[in-house]
């Protein structure tokens, strides 16, 4: 099944307008980590994860408009995001309270700090997070194609930003937040930022 295909099963025909959209965006051509690949795996972990979430679907949509707007020069990807999603969900039958939750999850994807009662901010953060915990040569792959994204920044300002950001993630009391992801990833997750962090420091 194709990425359209999978928006026309989950929010239907109608809609077909809004994945084709959303299809092309995570193609753009100056994406090297957030594209398609990206997406795709966030959509089968929502999957795994689903019986911990309390509305799968609203993960599902806010998955697929997490990363809706991405350009690197910018700080706001994630609340423009949002912002788009509530404008392009307006457009469909689903009730406004729904379009509501979809439009906090994905902005919650700014910080990835949901609530100790937030199931489905949990599931759509693990989900989006789980590349940290991935086996360390595909976490390698992911930290280049990120600096890939970023080449516009130099070196020595990349390097203290890539370290503030892994840093902030290391003080975090958890990375994962459902009890399967946590068990996956957590320990994987934290001795790889530690390895890229030496190899920025280096």
């Avoid at 949990?122 to 940290?132: F, K």
């Avoid at 300002?157 to 290391?170: D, K, P, S």
């Amino acid at each position: 099944m194709d990425l359209v295909d999978r928006w026309i099963a989950l929010a239907g025909p109608q809609t077909r307008h809004i994945g084709t959209d959303l299809d092309a965006r995570y193609g753009e051509p100056h994406r090297r980590y957030h594209t398609r690949e990206h997406l795709t795996a966030v959509l089968d972990l929502v999957d795994e994860l689903a019986d911990h979430a309390a509305d799968p679907d609203a993960v599902r949509l806010a998955a697929w408009f997490h990363d809706a707007v991405y350009e690197p020069e910018r700080a706001d990807n994630e609340e423009r995001s949002a912002r788009l999603a509530a404008r392009m969900l307006a457009d469909t039958d689903l009730a406004p309270g729904d379009v509501e939750r979809v439009v906090r999850l994905v902005g919650l994807t700014a910080t990835h700090a949901p609530g100790e009662d937030d199931r489905d901010g949990q599931v759509l953060c693990d989900a989006d997070l789980a590349i940290l915990g991935a086996d360390p040569d595909r976490y390698a792959a992911y930290a280049a194609a990120v600096r890939e994204e970023y080449a516009f920044v130099p070196e020595q300002f990349y390097r203290a930003g890539r370290a503030e950001i892994l840093n902030g993630l290391l003080a975090l009391p958890s990375l994962f937040h459902t009890p399967p992801a946590h068990e996956r990833y957590e320990e994987r997750a934290r001795r790889n930022i530690q390895t890229e962090l030496m190899l920025l420091n280096a």
